[in-house]
């Protein structure tokens, strides 16, 4: 029968085999360089836009009831949905109901 064991000798090469791959590994680490550039922070505008979807409901705290002491009917919108309004910018026009 032979012996299937490596011998000693063998053991010995294995090990400095893989203690070279070790430290080649390291030193390939250590010398490696990364192109990284710092800035100060600063407030700019976005250059690139950002487009997302979902969906936007007014804040109960911002809506406010129109309330009149007589009936009308709204006649005319003067907004599209999605349109950006600002304040003062009539939204519609309403007229008195007949009935």
Do not use: H, W
Not at 3 to 26: D, H, T, V, W, Y
Not at 49 to 63: D, E, M
């Amino acid at each position: 029968m032979q012996n299937k064991r490596p011998s000693m000798q063998a053991r010995i090469a294995m090990c400095f085999c893989l203690s070279a791959l070790f430290e080649a590994g390291n030193a390939l680490a250590d010398d490696a360089v990364v192109a990284v550039s710092t800035a100060p922070v600063q407030r700019a505008l976005i250059a690139q836009p950002v487009r997302a979807y979902g969906i936007v409901a007014a804040s109960a705290a911002n809506l406010t009831s129109i309330n009149l002491p007589y009936v009308v009917r709204v006649t005319q919108l003067r907004v599209q949905t999605g349109q950006p309004v600002k304040r003062g910018d009539p939204l519609f026009v309403v007229q008195a109901d007949p009935a």
